[in-house]
């Protein structure tokens, strides 16, 4: 994770953000076995398939950014509007996370949520249609 901090003149009165960035975020979609739909890669659910690329199991944590995003949005900071939370994954993936976001407390409507961002690109809030709560706002292809 890091931690940057936007300065602010005194004389404006502007106010002061801190901006989180949730680096390295294993958030990456995978084609179910024998179906269409799509998960969020999991080493719960998906060991086999994350063995068969090479990869260590115990760096696929989706959870961590599930927990992390729930402390960050739920925090004394972000209830004041001075906290911005941003997470880059490791495809890097940019996604800008709207302080109004109200993360799902379950794991697994977490993991729906990521993967309809992830095809669909940004999530609209329910009641009002046009604010994105969350976004993709860069999707460097890196081979």
Same mark, same amino acid.
């Given at each position: 994770? *890091?931690?940057? *901090? =936007? /300065? %602010?003149?005194? %004389? ?15 958030? =990456?979609? !995978?084609?179910?076995?024998?179906? +269409? =739909? ?7 659910? #998906? ?10 199991? %115990? ?6 950014? #599930? ?7 739920? %925090?004394?900071? $972000? ?17 800008? !996370? $709207?302080? +109004?976001?109200?993360?799902?407390? *379950? ?7 990521? !993967?309809?961002?992830? &095809?669909?690109?940004?999530? &609209?809030?329910? *009641? /009002? /249609? &046009?604010? +994105?709560?969350?976004? !993709?706002?860069? #999707?460097?292809?890196?081979?």
């Amino acid at each position: 994770m *890091t931690e940057v *901090t =936007e /300065g %602010s003149e005194p %004389s404006t009165g502007g106010v002061q953000k801190v901006y989180i960035l949730l680096d390295q975020a294993c958030l =990456e979609s !995978v084609k179910a076995a024998g179906g +269409k =739909e799509y998960q969020l890669l999991n080493p719960d659910r #998906h060991k086999d398939r994350i063995l068969d690329r090479g990869m260590d199991p %115990s760096d696929i944590r989706p959870d961590i950014i #599930h927990q992390c995003l729930l402390m960050l949005l739920d %925090s004394p900071l $972000n209830r004041v509007g001075k906290l911005q939370v941003f997470i880059r994954t490791r495809k890097n993936v940019i996604i800008e !996370v $709207n302080p +109004k976001t109200r993360i799902p407390r *379950t794991f697994e409507r977490f993991s729906g949520l990521m !993967v309809q961002l992830l &095809h669909k690109l940004s999530i &609209h809030a329910a *009641t /009002g /249609g &046009h604010e +994105k709560l969350l976004k !993709v706002i860069v #999707h460097i292809s890196v081979p």
